[in-house]
């Protein structure tokens, strides 16, 4: 699974186990997604801090994708440069 970020470079998403996907942009760590028993998806970020609930993995990957484009702590360019 991959999806655009920036041009060419690509956010990829890779499925660990049967419920569970991992995202990383450019060797850095994106985030993770966990499927919950009742077929919703939790969204964790780069810190592994809760993000919420999307009902399609596709709304998780949009959403943590999205975070990760913007996320900047104390001011500063995330991981990525963003």
């Not at 939790?42 to 399609?56: A, E, K, L, N, V």
Request: one cysteine or more; proline letters at 2%.
């Amino acid at each position: 699974m991959n999806s655009a970020i920036d041009g060419d470079q690509e956010i990829r998403w890779s499925q660990v186990e049967d419920s569970f996907f991992v995202g990383n942009f450019r060797g850095n760590f994106v985030g993770y997604i966990d499927q919950n028993p009742d077929g919703s998806f939790t969204c964790y970020d780069r810190m592994s801090r809760p993000q919420g609930q999307s009902s399609t993995l596709e709304e998780a990957i949009f959403s943590l994708n999205g975070l990760y484009s913007s996320d900047a702590s104390d001011g500063e360019s995330n991981v990525a440069g963003y």
